[in-house]
């Protein structure tokens, strides 16, 4: 009798394609569900299901016969509560026993970052539709800082000075590939972070040193310099934006666990050690 396969959403993306890779190294049965075939890793021994999130029926589909799956976390939008909610019904209506969960560290009701608010909703969701919960609440990706500088070299945002312990995705990766194979992470919900918590002035110099460019830094704005600097963007864009800095400058992001190291034996990158393993996540700035 073989074993029911691993069920994985988002398996196209850059944290679901590195889990499904690292899980086709162990040889581990999985179910890839996907928007767009042409874009699904090629991988041995999985198999490919193209639906979306929104439809309920083609979800239930896929998940059938598993027991476990890795719900990546929709893109930003403003439905996404709503897009989270359609595959945990699907899940639990398909006898889903267990749901590893990409939610967001300090993922609360009243937390600075609204994409933080849709987190909480969505592992009450899980819960409440009779699933276990392992929740992965990352910090921000060390993956997307390169892309928060300007064309002029500036990285503009309401953070002030304070701190944020920059995770890698690769790290990431392996800590959800851990938590899959093994039911003792069930009803568990891990702070998901790097080891160092950097300002955005120590985080910029970073970036500055690997791609010897010195006219990169950062300029705290105020909330109101802030919207402006985002005029003509959709509201529900500028306020996720603003969010994501605000909870850097409260201390949300600030937290450091050592749940990477614990899980899977292995430390995670420091932000300048990823700078290094990593040059494609910033070489377009060298341009």
């Given at each position: 009798m073989t074993d029911p396969p691993l069920v994985l959403t988002g398996a196209s993306g850059a944290l679901g394609g590195r889990v499904a890779r690292q899980l086709a190294d162990r040889e581990v049965p999985m179910r890839l569900v996907v928007r767009d075939l042409a874009r699904a890793p090629q991988l041995p021994g999985a198999?490919?299901?193209?639906?979306?999130?929104?439809?309920?029926?083609?979800?239930?589909?896929?998940?059938?016969?598993?027991?476990?799956?890795?719900?990546?976390?929709?893109?930003?939008?403003?439905?996404?509560?709503?897009?989270?909610?359609?595959?945990?019904?699907?899940?639990?209506?398909?006898?889903?026993?267990?749901?590893?969960?990409?939610?967001?560290?300090?993922?609360a009701p009243a937390a600075s970052f609204p994409y933080a608010r849709d987190h909480a909703h969505t592992e009450v969701a899980i819960r409440e539709a009779g699933m276990a919960?392992?929740?992965?609440?990352?910090?921000?990706?060390?993956?997307?800082?390169?892309?928060?500088?300007?064309?002029?070299g500036v990285v503009r945002g309401p953070a002030g000075d304070g701190r944020c312990a920059w995770v890698a995705r690769e790290d990431i990766a392996r800590l959800a590939v851990a938590t899959l194979l093994d039911d003792v992470h069930a009803h568990r919900i891990y702070d998901v972070t790097g080891p160092e918590p950097l300002d955005l002035h120590e985080t910029v110099r970073l970036l500055g040193r690997v791609t010897g460019r010195g006219d990169l830094r950062y300029v705290p704005e105020t909330i109101t310099e802030a919207r402006a600097s985002r005029a003509g963007a959709a509201d529900w864009m500028v306020e996720g934006w603003i969010g994501s800095y605000l909870a850097i400058d409260t201390g949300e992001l600030g937290v450091t666990s050592h749940t990477i190291e614990a899980v899977t034996g292995r430390r995670p990158l420091t932000f300048g050690a990823f700078l290094d393993a990593e040059p494609d996540a910033w070489r377009h700035l060298t341009r």
């Open positions: 198999e490919v299901v193209r639906t979306d999130l929104g439809d309920e029926e083609a979800m239930r589909a896929a998940f059938d016969g598993a027991r476990t799956v890795l719900l990546v976390s929709a893109e930003e939008s403003p439905d996404r509560q709503q897009l989270h909610e359609v595959p945990v019904r699907a899940a639990a209506a398909a006898g889903i026993e267990r749901v590893v969960y990409t939610s967001f560290l300090g993922a919960l392992t929740a992965l609440r990352n910090s921000l990706y060390a993956d997307i800082v390169p892309h928060l500088v300007g064309d002029d």
